[in-house]
């Protein structure tokens, strides 16, 4: 049951957007509350769009986007400086350098590929030590400010400050900043002290962006390609292939080798693995069936690229002058030249046009450009540029080729240049980006993300941030599609995860965790990241999200108490928190009484009653260990006569209480003690421990503890007659349940 005062609809808030480059990027500034409703667009806009959007007539719902944007940079292996490098396509800016492996280990990295979340993995070739290669993956942030180890404000500074549009990269020191690479040539140490890094992990990594390291079964790694699951397949000279998890980089199968492939490599829509050369050369796996072949050089053995419109397969033959295109099957469909007599990598546009890298031999500078029809359009001439080794489209469908020998990386126009074959522009170089003295850029594979993003996976996500106000908030159920707009068509799915943090920054450290719709999940910590992954049919129908609602976990149950510390037949006095339920801090105090009552008389002095719950307000603050309530009663002294009997009573003090343990369930515990008793001046030792004294007039019971399975009662001395009642200290602690929550507790959610 939801409190009323908690809930919090955001509506018609204006969306903060900042020039990040991605077309309905929303500003990541955490959405306060602790239920709240997203479903108009103003609402999704509070989050981060990824390939999917509320566009017209389609408003107030999120569907993927017919083309995917995916992210905006080029990720260059500089092969000879053991490096990666990241460029904005859009400017042509470096945003960082980053190590690919830790000091004493194999670095000479020449692949790199980009998963879905914008991640850049990248392999190790010169990695074999005792049996086994290596890949790294390469966070990525977009906005925050750039600071020094103070958080003070600093463009040269060595870290980056939230808040942040999007970010991957982990806080691993908990400072709430961010230490990466500010550009070219700022490369942070990675020591490996110890060799604590040898076998896996980024711990002695100084940048934070660099989130996992990878020991894997293919010796001098190479194939590096992301499946639809965002989990990464690698292989190497050894032939052997494995899969590692997106997540945490962890294996996720045994190695498996069929004598062929590891050199370069990607996943086709259907999720079959294409990895080139190595043995006896292409191999074709299917992970769902086990299977795989080996084909021959008749069907390439150099480069792999895909058609984003039919998924078709295209293979270069590094020394034939030729490109081979196969179907999913890897059927030979044809074989057509591409203007030179060598090439390496190979790329094909949303727009029908094949780009073949031609070579890294010394003097080569041009990009072979065809059609996929297997008209040979003309070469691109590179000026400035020498030994083009890798192609890939960016995210505005232009082209990127990296020169070893000239140490840069070239943007081309596929649009500009002289007229060539089939009435089709050649292209031509509109950008030139120096990657310093020593790159060695060997780079070819799917540096952009374009052939996860246009093929092996579409998908989209939205995700958003949600502040739930206090440090240990308890968050409890992410729920979706509630409206009638909202849909799963057959072959569609939308799956959503979160995370959670104390802080902000910290959500970057933590992993996801599925979690299920409308189901309780309990994660625990003030701000909560919640991720929705929208995955198209292979027909291209696209499912709907129409709404989510993201809830903190409330207590299904709230604390009752009181302390009363006289009773005479229904003549209260010093009662803490009369109305019981629910329980609050509450003091009563009497400083003295003399009351007749039938055959009795009660003279009474400094009485006291309190009652206290931990914490004062339960709607505010998940279950803890230690929660509860409590009451008491005190009385200084008592006298009470009645005919023959004269009962004196010095200090009675009577507690009650209700406490979460450490499983988050309710203990009850109640206590009384009597200082002295003397009964017709006679002293009976009483103390805390229960007693019933029978008397001429009824019976007197003393510390007396009544517990239930909801409650306990605690009566330091009750005096029971025919016609008249007296109770002295009494305290009563309870849990009650909430309307609609049978068996709720103030310790649950």
């Known amino acids: 049951m939801r409190h009323p005062r908690r809930s919090v609809a955001i509506a018609a808030v204006g969306a903060l957007l900042l020039p990040l480059g991605l077309p309905g990027t929303a500003s990541a500034v955490p959405v306060p509350g602790e239920d709240v409703l997203y479903t108009l667009d103003a609402d999704f ?58 000091d004493g280990r194999g670095r000479n990295p020449s692949r790199t590929t980009v998963d879905k979340l914008g991640n850049t993995w990248l392999s190790n070739r010169n990695e074999a030590t005792g049996g086994q290669g290596s890949v790294t993956r ?145 191999l074709r796996y299917e992970p769902g069936t086990g299977t795989g072949a080996c084909l021959d050089t008749g069907h390439g053995d150099y480069g792999l690229g895909m058609d984003p419109r039919t998924g078709e397969i295209w293979h270069t033959r590094v020394s034939n002058g030729v490109v081979v295109k196969l179907d999913a099957a890897g059927n030979v469909l044809g074989t057509f030249p591409h203007g030179n007599a060598r090439s390496q990598g190979v790329a094909v546009d949303n727009d029908g046009n094949v780009w073949v890298a031609h070579s890294l031999d010394a003097g080569t500078t041009t990009v072979g450009h065809l059609r996929t029809d297997g008209t040979y359009v003309g070469n691109v001439t590179l000026p400035g540029g020498d030994g083009p080794t890798g192609v890939a489209v960016d995210t505005n469908g232009k082209v990127w080729v990296a020169n070893i020998n000239s140490n840069n990386a070239q943007r081309i126009d596929p649009d500009a240049g002289p007229i060539g074959g089939g009435g089709f522009p050649v292209g031509a170089v509109d950008l030139t980006v120096d990657l310093g003295a020593g790159a060695g850029p060997y780079n070819y594979s799917d540096m952009t993300g374009s052939v996860l993003g246009e093929i092996t996976a579409p998908v989209g996500t939205w995700s958003v941030v949600q502040d739930g106000g206090v440090a240990g908030q308890t968050w409890g159920t992410v729920t979706w599609n509630t409206e009638p707009q909202g849909s799963e068509p057959a072959g569609t799915s939308i799956t959503f995860e979160a995370r959670t943090s104390d802080t902000e920054a910290g959500l970057a450290g933590e992993a996801f965790v599925p979690v299920s719709n409308g189901v309780e999940f309990a994660l625990v910590g003030r701000y909560v990241e919640v991720r929705a992954t929208l995955t198209a049919a292979p027909s291209g129908t696209s499912p709907v999200l129409s709404d989510v609602r993201i809830t903190t976990s409330e207590r299904t149950g709230v604390f009752s108490c009181q302390a009363t510390a006289l009773n005479l037949a229904g003549v209260v006095l010093a009662r803490a928190n009369p109305p019981d339920v629910p329980c609050v801090d509450d003091f009563a105090q009497v400083a003295n009484v003399n009351l007749p009552a039938g055959i009795l008389n009660v003279r009474a002095d400094a009485l006291t009653a309190t009652t206290n719950q931990t914490p004062d307000d339960l709607l505010a603050l998940p279950p803890a260990p230690g929660d509860g309530a409590v009451s ?34 309710p203990v009850f515990a109640g206590s009384s003690q009597i200082a002295s008793l003397r009964i017709n001046g006679v002293t ?58 049978p068996g709720g507790s103030p310790c649950r959610v």
């Open 632 to 665: 008491s009663a005190r009385i200084e002294y008592t006298r009470i006569t009645a005919l023959l009997v004269n009962i004196e009573v010095g200090v009675i003090q009577a507690n009650a209480s209700v406490t979460c343990d450490a499983s988050l369930n």
């Open 138 to 282: 390469v966070g990525v942030i977009r906005g925050g400010t750039r600071v020094d180890a103070g958080g003070v404000p600093d463009p040269d500074g060595d870290y980056l400050r939230g808040p942040f549009a999007y970010n991957t990269c982990q806080d691993r020191d908990g400072d709430g900043l961010f230490a990466t690479s500010r550009g070219l040539g700022d490369i942070r140490p990675w020591t490996n002290a110890g060799g604590v890094d040898d076998d896996g992990g980024v711990e002695t990594a100084a940048d934070e962006c660099l989130i996992t390291y990878s020991r894997v079964a293919g010796t001098n790694t190479r194939t590096v390609a992301v499946d639809s699951n965002n989990d990464l397949w690698t292989g190497g000279s050894n032939t052997q292939h494995q899969k590692i998890s997106g997540v945490d980089g962890a294996p996720l199968t045994s190695p498996v080798s069929f004598g062929c492939g590891g050199y370069g490599g990607l996943v086709d829509q259907a999720g079959t693995l294409w990895s080139a050369r190595y043995g006896t050369n292409l």
């Open 45 to 102: 806009d509070q989050g981060v769009l990824q390939d999917v959007n509320h566009d017209s007539p389609n408003d107030d719902q999120l569907q993927l986007n017919r083309q995917s944007v995916f992210f905006p940079y080029v990720n260059v292996a500089a092969s000879a400086r053991g490096t990666m490098i990241r460029i904005d396509v859009d400017s042509g800016d470096i945003l960082g350098e980053w190590l690919s492996a830790p």
């Open 684 to 741: 009976v030792a009483v103390g805390s421990a229960p007693l019933t004294i029978p008397l001429v007039i009824g019976s007197l019971r003393l510390n007396s503890t009544t517990t239930t399975a909801t409650s306990v009662t605690q009566q330091a001395l009750v005096l029971d007659t025919l016609l008249t009642d007296v109770v002295l200290g009494e305290a009563r602690a309870n849990v009650e349940a909430l309307p609609g929550e």
